[in-house]
């Protein structure tokens, strides 16, 4: 080997030895960076497949979380909606049609269930997500997945199913939730924003909920 040849090898094995490896995901990994310090923030757009109607619904607006089991859904568009689950209650407000419920969170319907797996998610509680869901964790060269589903439906009906996406070593940018009716609601996630700040927004809206 040349000398030339020599240095260039030792500078390739250099190189390599200090090139960050790509750490081995899991579903503990994942579920660890969802869930959140303090509180957490995230945009998000929506959209729902329905088969009965010609267009595809479209919305927006954000999710927030915070310990130990609080979530709350501020959809801005097309129309003001809001959703908070606090533990097992559940509180829906649209201001536009004066509509205002508070009642218990019940997993039997599968609107309720996919606010229940939203809470799970957004709050990393891998415990609940194994008791109530199959999992199954798959890594790519560059993304992961995370496919979930429900383990008690209907015996006439499929299973509620969820599937979670992001980057390597990021939390998740896309989950799909495919209902008993084949309808499917598509989320786009953005890049989370967290601390006190968030949490202080938070409250406010929940404030503002329990005030109606």
């Known amino acids: 080997m040349t000398l030339n040849n020599s240095i260039l090898s030792a500078t390739l094995f250099l190189f390599s030895a200090i090139q960050p490896s790509i750490a081995e995901e899991s579903i503990e990994t994942v579920m660890a960076r969802m869930k959140p310090e303090i509180a957490v923030k995230i945009a998000y757009q929506e959209t729902r497949y329905m088969g009965l109607l010609e267009d595809d619904w479209q919305g927006s607006g ?14 801005l568009k097309p129309y003001i909606e809001t ?22 969170l019940d997993e039997s319907n599968p609107m309720m269930a996919s606010l229940a797996v939203f809470q799970g998610i957004m709050m990393g509680n891998l415990q609940y997500l194994r008791h109530s869901y199959q999992l199954k ?13 429900a383990k008690e439906h209907e015996p006439d009906e499929e299973p509620i199913k969820i599937i979670l996406q992001g980057l390597q070593q990021q939390a998740a940018t896309q989950l799909e939730l495919i ?5 499917r609601n598509y989320y786009i996630l953005q890049s989370a ?9 938070m409250l406010g ?7 109606k």
């Not at 959703?83 to 218990?104: K, N, S, V, W």
């Not at 209902?179 to 309808?183: A, F, K, N, Q, W």
């Not at 809206?205 to 005030?211: D, I, S």
Request: glycine share 6%; aromatic share 8%.
């Open 83 to 104: 959703m908070a689950a606090e533990g097992r209650q559940l509180t829906y407000i649209e201001p536009d049609t004066q509509t205002f419920h508070q009642l218990q």
């Open 205 to 211: 809206v929940l404030q503002g909920l329990k005030r």
């Open 193 to 201: 924003q967290q601390g006190v700040d968030i949490k202080q927004q």
């Open 137 to 149: 964790f798959t890594q790519l060269d560059s993304t992961w997945k995370l496919v979930m589903v």
């Open 179 to 183: 209902l008993p009716d084949g309808d």
């Open 62 to 75: 954000f999710l927030y979380a915070a310990p130990p089991n609080t979530l709350l859904k501020q959809q």
